[in-house]
């Protein structure tokens, strides 16, 4: 844990800090001193240490160095390893950088980066283990919550005992609840770290574990219940749901449409989520990539509970149940998004929509944040060379999205959460993980180490026509964006092992 005296990383990170990087861009060394740093791993280092030395560009080295332990370095607020028995529970609480809240679909993305090192670092390890436990008790706290504050008690919640889960919830934020927008990328977050440490490590500890297990079955409760039509068949009368989100705001992506039910619905197979990973509200209830995300997530979660079950005889029976319901939710979800979610667009052939409503309404766009529609071969829905994804993939990089901004200074695909002329480097880094185009690759690495705005790290979003000038940094928003910046690493490791020419000088 850093000490008091160390600075605050959001100024922290606005700040040159020498040695500069030697480039033409000259990025500053912006990782906080050893003592501040929240979380060392030996074995990360030495991967840094590792990749650096080969890149050949100093401005992509340095980048690199400050981006992928960023997670490590800044978000890891509280760690716990509490003996139970005789065994250790721990609990990870991660924060999403400048603000002091864990989101789950954030927590689970910052942590992802290091996900192939984790056998060989027992406390890197833990760190997951407890993330994964920690999304959970939120989760039984309220499935429908996408952020958490804090935990005043870490041990208390290692003492974890079953609650019958209540019908409908008041609006009001349960104690612990730091924003309640349903966002169904916060459970699938859940569910893929969950199966990614698994596949990694082997350790299906988690699994025998009642805080793990209700928070699947409130997690597959809360799912079928955004099932549910607008309106029932037969009658014709709304029913009731489960779920609003109402509040007087001076922007209208922080509410929702009648009286925060959201727009009206068919019954599709498909989940409403009222909320996209933005945090900003849905047009149309059915967000497409959600959705996939949730359908991949599903068919892991039952892979896992499936093998789970074989091997856990005295539970095997209610795991099993879940292996099935878990993969018949996963394939309904994936038939309705071809059924419902494809349309036929004049320019670019068969797409996929970004959000449906199941009467035949659909929104043409697409927003940087994780799960888009630039990233479902990323996310594992289809194959990156899969006709309809490289149709939209076009469509998305493309002036025919709204939110696809191109200026002096770069170009990316932005979202209405920050507004017009504001690219994501996200959606650049995107781009680099579903291409196989070399030069769109170097095109892409250089869009994003200009995007830095010489400050050396990944921001939310960059204005493409104006850099920044005086104190204001409106040429960005966010100096710290763990997950933006570990995904960067991401990326840089996934070229390393797969093209290894675009990075490493052609004379080592």
């Not at 880094?429 to 690495?445: G, H, P």
């Amino acid at each position: 844990m850093a000490s008091p005296s160390c600075p605050d990383y959001a100024e922290y990170s606005k700040v040159f800090h020498r040695p500069g990087s030697g480039g033409l861009l000259d990025l500053p060394f912006q990782r906080p001193a050893e003592a501040c740093r929240k979380f060392t791993s030996t074995v990360i280092e030495s991967v840094i240490s590792n990749i650096t030395s080969k890149i050949a560009d100093l401005d992509l080295a340095r980048l690199f160095t400050n981006a992928y332990p960023n997670t490590l370095d800044t978000t890891i607020e509280s760690t716990a390893c509490i003996a139970l028995s005789d065994n250790c529970h721990p609990l990870s609480f991660v924060i999403t950088g400048d603000i002091n809240a864990m989101w789950l679909r954030d927590s689970a993305n910052q942590l992802l980066p290091y996900i192939d090192y984790i056998k060989h670092d027992v406390n890197l390890k833990r760190l997951f283990l407890g993330a994964i436990y920690m999304q959970a008790q939120f989760i039984n706290t309220d499935p429908y919550a996408n952020a958490f504050k804090e935990p005043n008690n870490l041990e208390a919640l290692a003492t974890y005992t079953h609650s019958q889960q209540l019908g409908k919830r008041e609006v009001q934020l349960l104690d612990g609840v730091f924003e309640r927008k349903w966002e169904i990328d916060s459970l699938a977050s859940f569910m893929s770290l969950s199966y990614q440490y698994w596949n990694q490590t082997g350790d299906a500890s988690f699994v025998e574990n009642s805080i793990w297990i209700d928070a699947v079955e409130n997690a597959l409760n809360t799912i079928k219940l955004q099932q549910d039509p607008t309106f029932n068949t037969t009658s014709g009368e709304a029913l009731h749901t489960d779920y609003v989100f109402f509040q007087v705001a001076d922007r209208p992506t922080e509410t929702q449409f009648l009286n925060g039910r959201g727009q009206p619905v068919k019954h599709t197979g498909l989940v409403k989520s009222l909320f996209r990973p933005s945090d900003d509200a849905t047009v149309f209830p059915f967000f497409i990539p959600g959705n996939a995300m949730l359908s991949v997530e599903l068919d892991h979660v039952s892979q896992l509970l499936s093998i789970s079950a074989a091997a856990t005889a005295q539970k095997s029976s209610k795991i099993q149940a879940l292996a099935s319901e878990t993969s018949r939710l996963s394939k309904e979800i994936k038939d309705a998004i071809y059924k419902y979610g494809l349309i036929d667009h004049p320019t670019y052939g068969k797409i996929f929509a970004y959000e449906v409503d199941g009467y035949g309404s659909s929104l043409i766009m697409d927003d940087a944040n994780i799960p888009s529609l630039l990233s479902l071969s990323l996310i594992g829905f289809l194959d990156q060379n899969d006709t309809i994804y490289q149709n939209t993939r076009k469509l998305v990089l493309s002036n025919d999205n709204p939110y696809y901004f191109s200026g002096p200074r770069g170009s990316g695909i932005g979202g209405p959460h920050v507004g017009l002329a504001y690219a994501w480097p996200m959606s650049q880094i995107v781009r680099i993980l579903t291409s196989a185009d070399d030069n769109e690759i170097k095109e892409a690495l250089s869009i994003i180490l200009k995007s830095t705005d010489n400050t050396g790290l990944i921001h939310e979003s960059f204005n493409v026509y104006r850099q920044r000038g005086g104190d204001n940094n409106s040429g960005y928003t966010r100096s710290w964006f763990s997950w933006a910046n570990g995904l960067f690493g991401q990326a840089i490791m996934k070229l390393m092992n797969e093209r290894p020419h675009l990075l490493v000088n052609q004379q080592q």
